[in-house]
Nanobody, 120 residues
Framework: QLQLVESGGGLVQPGGSLRLSCADS????????IGWFRQAPGKEREGVLC????????YYTDSVKGRFTISRDNAKNTVYLQMNGLKPEDTAVYYC?????????????WGQGTQVTVSS
């Protein structure tokens, strides 16, 4: 069964960087598009960035363009979200999700989330 696990969150100062990981020990993630989403306190969950099965990136929000990138390591069965130039407004719980067929496809599975806090 597909079971996504995120890691890499933490506390970082504004302008800092973090790299989040999304891994699965059972299923091969390159069968899916993998999206990153986030939810800040009191706000709706929003899409951040997605990588297709063909490794094309799709930004769900313009607010992270130029700062966040996404990549896969198929040998490690892991998708990464590299976050640079972090801002306090990036503070949220970050989730990865496996999507069928494309970055707009049905979400097959969510991870449990990892907290990212950007604060001085």
């Amino acid at each position: 069964q597909l079971q996504l696990v995120e890691s890499g969150g933490g506390l970082v100062q504004p302008g800092g960087s973090l790299r989040l990981s999304c891994a699965d020990s059972g299923f091969t993630l390159d069968y899916y598009a993998i999206g990153w989403f986030r939810q800040a306190p009191g706000k709706e969950r929003e899409g951040v960035l997605c990588i297709s099965k063909g490794d094309d990136a799709t930004y769900y929000t313009d607010s992270v363009k130029g700062r966040f990138t996404i990549s896969r390591d198929n040998a490690k069965n892991t998708v990464y979200l590299q976050m640079n130039g972090l801002k306090p407004e990036d503070t949220a719980v970050y989730y990865c999700a496996a999507r069928d067929k494309s970055c707009s496809g049905y979400v097959r599975r969510w991870g449990q989330g990892t907290q990212v806090t950007v604060s001085s």
